[in-house]
């Protein structure tokens, strides 16, 4: 659907923009020419690809002082939305052209999402449950990345992340850590909290949101239609916007995740992404998330079948509390994975379109060894009964309710 030109409206928004630019352009001026190094913390998001395409303009066009040095770490968790992914590659491309480096950060092997969950045996985090994937794809791995290349460099480092809140929440003075807020990035939040207070990190390192400020309604705006012009940069970053709905995304205003994460409760990012016709052959990731909701069903895993002792001698707060997934189910999980790659990679070879890299051979290798070597997560030993056998109920205060019907 195009969209209805409002002159008016046009102007307010091209002033809004250019005040909100000139904020990112007073925060870069007051914290960043007192650090020597800059570092950005960049997840091929919305937010996060505003913040770097827009401070490379500003620097490009003499607006902000350069650095001595600039790293772009880019956060590749495996788990990006395919048109995401291959807009990070153009975008990663462009910036090579201009001679700066871009370190792709990942997981270890073992911590990576669908290993540690099909591999390890590990439920997918919900959002009862210690949500263990940001930390473990996102933050740690990018934790790692920093803390060998300040060991490279004299002076501090500024890191710089796409953390932004709309202009409510910048007067309360709290960076939220969730990723639900005004649409927001996962794991933003965290980089701007947990990597300044890291023991490899600490006092060598300070953080900095520059689009903080930013409205969402901005955020598309410059992606879809300053950046990609030549006078800001020529960045391929139209896609990323198309990707959550283009002219349609300031309604849509999608969160920006994982594919098919568990925690969001509906896939709108991808849902938005099925609807361009030259992205539908992507429709098998639709279960993906459905695959991982299964995954979380009693009878694919295991129950402790009493009390837990733990090592200090106490019993554990939960009895009977469900646990890893079986082997059975892994396999499953693995095999369906499989089968949603290859109906996708088949239809993209036919379509001329873009493959997607959802497990690649390293680490479907590593799944079926894991397996083959009948990895438990700590704490469980594989002879616990599946979470659906039937069993009398033990409560936290001890007491026991024994099974009505055998
Ligand atoms: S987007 Fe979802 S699955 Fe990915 S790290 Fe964040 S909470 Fe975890």
Redesign the pocket.
Known sequence: MSRQIDIFAEGAQRLQMTESIELTIQSLQAYGESHDHWAIAWSGGKDSSSTLTLIMWLIDSGKVKAPKSLTVFYAD?R?ELPPLAIAAKQIMDELEERGIHVEVVTAPLDKR?MVYILGRGVP??NNNTL????R???IDPMQAALEQRLAELDGNVLMITGVRQGESAIRDKRIEMS?GKDGAE??QGWYQKVLPESKGLKGRLATLAPLLHWRVCHVWEWLKHWAPLVEFGDWSTATIADAYGGDEAEEVNA????T?????SKDTALDTILLNPSWTYLAPLKGIKQLWRELREPHNRLRKAGYEYLKDGSTAANPQRMGPITFEARLMGLERILNIQKEINDAADRLGRPRVDLINAEEETRIRELIAAETWPQGWDGDEPTADTPMDQINADGSVQPLLFV
């Open positions: 968790t788990q999402f997918p985090p949500r263990w994937c940001t473990q794809i996102k990723c996962c794991g969160r920006t995740g994982c098919g994460c568990p925690l969001a």
